[in-house]
């Protein structure tokens, strides 16, 4: 008697359990005439086969939890204000700190209609309805909630020009967990088309660079003379600067961050030479916070460490102040816009005599050649003149 072959694919009874994986799809089980996808404890779509089977047993229980539930098998009652914190306490428990804060702060406005800065304090009645900036969504029903409340809160928010994606990205992302996580049946703004946002590509003349320190306080003038001579990024790279970060070679010194610790999440080099003026002016503050801080190196007014949004708001209140004084800086500057000078210096050769290239440019920065290419080759005189010998 022959044996007959093992076919591939799903494996024999395997829908007899309840659960079975799929291609393409990962882990689902049965609801009805549908598939639907099983998730971990914190609502991940479990995708690869070799998954232990106790795991895919605990969501295949969790999924007929959710099934006997009344709320969530009658999914239109889940209001957008319920989504948006189990999505949150979801990004919590497993992303960074920072994605955390961006993105409560961004709900929170849509659902409550107020500014972020009210997230976590109390206020008055009288300051609440001053700064309220819409009615809220958050306690619309999920079925409820239509692409017009997003053009209408877009529309509250005549500031947000080069941040609409990023803004209506987190509340898409919030109810695409639910839907994963099996408390919601759809995304009802799914398909909402928002612009790209716009490069803000300004940068600071060494006049304007010197109104900055002339008129900012010692804590932020550091700050925007040693992000514009490192080419730092200011959240994840100058804020989190710690003396471990830190190695001097005789070419002077470099900053190192591991792969968990860099936006690209590839190994993060900066170096500051030890033959320039201005470099070594930089090499010298490192060296004197090495001395008296243990922890983060840069340190604000008050003695605490920067963080991300507090070097934003304080840039944007030296703006204001240069303002006042008949100071102006172009529209769209921003604190990366010392990042942007790095570039257009380096490239130019400002601080050594010896113009870069974008592929060089590249590697001192962190980024990929075809973000360097799209952002600064106009600034490149070794790309623009044989464009011009061509025209």
Not at 26 to 39: D, F, N, Q
Not at 93 to 110: N, W
Not at 116 to 144: C, M, P, W
Request: proline residues 4%; aromatic residues 8%.
């Amino acid at each position: 008697m022959t044996s007959r072959t093992k076919k591939k694919g799903r494996r024999p009874g395997s829908r007899n359990r309840g659960y079975f994986y799929r291609k393409g799809r990962g882990w689902c089980a049965t609801e009805g005439t549908r598939a639907v996808p099983l998730v971990s404890d914190t609502g991940e779509r479990l995708k690869d086969r070799e998954t232990p089977l106790e795991t895919v047993r605990a969501a295949y229980s969790r999924h007929l939890v959710r099934q006997s539930q009344p709320v969530l098998a009658e999914r239109e009652r889940v209001t957008v204000l319920e989504t948006c914190q189990l999505y949150l306490d979801n990004v919590k428990a497993t992303g960074a700190e920072s994605t955390y804060q961006a993105r409560a702060g961004t709900l929170y406005d849509f659902c409550i209609g107020l500014p972020a800065s009210f997230r976590n304090r109390t206020a008055s009645k009288r300051e609440i309805d001053k700064a309220r900036i819409h009615k809220g969504y958050g306690g619309l029903a999920v079925d409820q909630l239509l692409q017009l409340h997003i053009d209408q809160w877009l529309a509250s928010h005549p500031g947000w020009v080069g941040c609409r994606r990023t803004k209506v990205q987190a509340l898409k992302r919030a109810l695409n967990y639910g839907v994963g996580a099996g408390f919601l049946s759809r995304n009802p703004i799914k398909g909402y088309k928002t612009a790209k946002s716009g490069m803000r590509m300004t940068y600071l003349t060494p006049e304007q660079e010197q109104a900055c320190y002339d008129h900012a306080k010692p804590a932020l003038a550091t700050a925007i003379q040693v992000l514009i001579r490192s080419g730092a990024r200011y959240g994840c790279e100058f804020s989190k600067l710690t003396a471990k970060h830190v190695t001097m070679t005789p070419k002077g010194m470099e900053w190192r961050f591991s792969v968990t610790e860099s936006k690209t999440k590839k190994l993060r080099t900066i170096r500051i030479p030890n033959t320039e003026p201005v470099a070594c002016e930089v090499i010298a503050l490192v060296e004197e916070r090495m001395k008296s801080h243990p922890g983060p190196l840069f340190r604000n007014t008050f003695g605490e460490p920067w963080t991300a949004r507090g070097l934003r708001s304080a840039f944007n209140r030296l703006r204001k102040k240069l303002e006042k004084k008949g100071i102006k800086l172009d529209a769209d500057a921003c604190l990366y816009s010392c990042r942007h000078t790095y570039a257009k210096r380096t490239l130019s050769g400002f601080w050594t005599g010896k113009p870069s290239t974008i592929e060089r440019l590249a590697e001192l920065m962190g980024n990929s050649r075809d973000v360097c290419w799209s952002h600064y080759a106009g600034w490149c005189d070794s790309y623009t003149d044989p464009l011009w010998e061509s025209a």
